[in-house]
């Protein structure tokens, strides 16, 4: 059975457009995607980083979630991952956001994202997917953090070139 799953992608080392551009084709090979915008937005940790590359994109797919969650992290490793520091730079980050109405929480993942309804970079790009979009009964184009958004868009349409 088919599932529609968001999944965050952002980067800010190397060269970030085209290392989010392979995760994208990569996730394609698990199901049909759809990308949002691409956005800029400054680094949410430690401030002497590069700003980030964000994106969300919708992902239809049969995958179990932690089947979905060990392609993601075999992805980020493929991009070179490497973790420096809590909420530091990084080539490749490609968290599981939301899986179809369910909510998990275990030690490898919780879901929805425990920070999507606190995060600009996240919530403006989904939005562009989906904007009736609702977590936890509430419409997340209502959410406050979303009248003051810190990201400006670089591209639209199909920059990742599906």
Request: aromatic share 4%.
């Amino acid at each position: 059975m088919s599932i529609v799953t968001y999944i965050g992608l952002g980067s800010n080392l190397g060269d970030s457009l085209q290392i989010m551009a392979e995760a994208v084709h990569k996730l394609a090979a698990l199901g049909a995607v759809k990308t949002s915008k691409l956005y800029q937005s400054p680094p949410m940790g430690p401030q002497d980083q590069p700003n980030y590359l964000n994106a969300v994109v919708q992902l239809t797919t049969d995958l179990a979630p932690l089947a979905l969650l060990d392609e993601l992290q075999r992805f980020e490793q493929e991009s070179g991952r490497v973790r420096l520091r809590h909420w530091g730079e990084r080539t490749l980050d490609l968290d599981l956001l939301i899986y179809g109405q369910e909510q998990i929480q275990n030690e490898r993942l919780t879901v929805p994202h425990a920070g999507v309804m606190e995060r600009d970079f996240v919530l403006i790009p989904l939005l562009d997917l989906d904007a009736g979009l609702q977590l936890k009964g509430q419409l997340l184009k209502d959410l406050p953090i979303l009248e003051h958004p810190a990201l400006d868009v670089l591209a639209t349409g199909n920059w990742a070139k599906i």
